[in-house]
């Protein structure tokens, strides 16, 4: 069995107009969401990638999968498919998938009223820690 990535990995939430965007630490099993990139067709602004890449210089990369309550496929899976298909193109990293069925609801939990007041899209960059905290406890590493 493959060891789990350790270290510094970041977290993606993908979507057609918007990607969130966490980092979190393996040994702890905890992330935090970073931010919410501006996506055309579920594709990011690559440099604004590279520039995340650069500062936290993750092990690996993991990417939450959609999908409906039954675990098919829903209408936006195939686009996360191509999202971490190309960040392992562009940046050579491993990149994991993980479901991410009812990331955005728990993340909707999470976050302070106020706070989603103030930045609608938070909800984006703390799916993606949700969807982190998923993998890390999936790896058997919270």
Do not use: K, N, Y
């Not at 602004?45 to 829903?74: R, Y």
């Not at 998938?97 to 984006?124: I, K």
């Not at 949700?130 to 058997?140: C, D, R």
């Amino acid at each position: 069995m493959p060891e789990p990535p350790g270290g510094t990995l970041l977290g993606f939430d993908p979507g057609a107009r918007h990607i969130g965007v966490a980092v979190g630490e393996a040994l702890l099993g905890t992330a935090r969401g970073l931010t919410t990139l501006p996506a055309r067709h579920g594709q990011p602004d690559w440099e604004a990638v590279s520039e995340l890449l650069a500062q936290w210089t993750p092990e690996a990369l993991v990417v939450g999968l959609p999908s409906h309550a039954d675990g098919s496929d829903a209408d936006s899976t195939e686009l996360a498919r191509r999202l971490a298909g190309r960040l392992h193109g562009r940046f050579g990293l491993p990149v994991h998938t993980v479901d991410e069925r009812l990331s955005s609801h728990v993340a909707e939990e999470r976050l302070d009223p106020r706070q989603r007041q103030r930045d609608p899209h938070a909800v984006h960059a703390e799916a993606a820690a949700v969807i982190l905290e998923t993998f890390f406890a999936q790896q058997g590493v919270a």
